[in-house]
């Protein structure tokens, strides 16, 4: 039986990134898409949190831009549109963190060879990338609530957004829609997802997929519209002295 044949069984018409790509291999179940493995060791602080977070977010604008504009398998026209959605909300949160002071470290980043070629290879990178980012944002708001809570309140829609994101591509992938009842809590603080990005950041010399620019991120969305949320820190700022 084909991937198609057992999506379809499943669920008649469920939108996969599969569709029509029978032989293309996936994870053997959904846990396996969401194992990080060591993930959570704590390491020192390597970057603020907001470097971090920027860091995060620019290694999924890279990944989605990359597959948008030059994946060779099949997308419906609904699951490109749906991921140009997603692309729009991690180049408005890199957005929204640089104009908070936070820098990625890197902006060339170590994606699988396959990304391209293979819809499988392309949700199990996507699928383990929101996970992360959901716990990170989580484990952020942890690390902010008691002294900048307006920050750590954005890092909690943060965290919301990416667990969307992390909902909608495990329906595109055929495992049905997320059912934890909460997000993983994998990360106490932000320095702790250092080694689980570490994997994405390791470039040879002259090699790695880089962060595209504004303008070639605007080229890919098109003319989709795209829903715009203010951040809680823009909207409560500090109090004065605090």
Do not use: N, W
Not at 90 to 112: I, K, V
């Amino acid at each position: 039986m084909t991937d198609e044949s057992r999506t379809a069984g499943a669920s008649a018409g469920r939108r996969t990134f599969l569709r029509g790509l029978a032989g293309t291999a996936v994870a053997a179940s959904f846990g396996d898409a969401f194992g990080l493995g060591g993930a959570g060791v704590p390491v020192g602080q390597q970057g603020s949190v907001l470097d971090l977070a920027a860091t995060a977010e620019a290694l999924s604008v890279t990944l989605y831009a990359q597959v948008l504009s030059r994946g060779s398998f099949v997308l419906t026209p609904d699951t490109a549109d749906d991921l140009r959605g997603v692309l729009a909300a991690e180049a408005h949160h890199l957005e929204l963190l640089r104009s908070l002071g936070g820098r990625p470290l890197t902006t060339t980043f170590a994606l699988p060879p396959q990304l391209l070629t293979d819809a499988g290879v392309f949700a199990d990178t996507a699928l383990k990338l929101e996970q992360i980012s959901t716990s990170a944002y989580l484990g952020a708001t942890h690390q902010l609530a008691v002294t900048r809570p307006e920050l750590a309140a954005t890092m909690a829609q943060l965290a919301a957004s990416e667990a969307q994101h992390l909902t909608l591509l495990s329906q595109l992938s055929g495992y049905g829609p997320f059912r934890d009842t909460l997000p993983a809590a994998t990360f106490r603080r932000m320095a702790d997802t250092a080694p689980a990005l570490a994997p994405y950041l390791k470039t040879s010399q002259g090699q790695g997929s880089p962060l595209p620019a504004d303008a070639d991120v605007r080229r890919v969305l098109g003319t989709r519209p795209v829903p715009r949320g203010e951040a809680f820190v823009q909207l409560y700022r500090p109090a004065p002295g605090r």
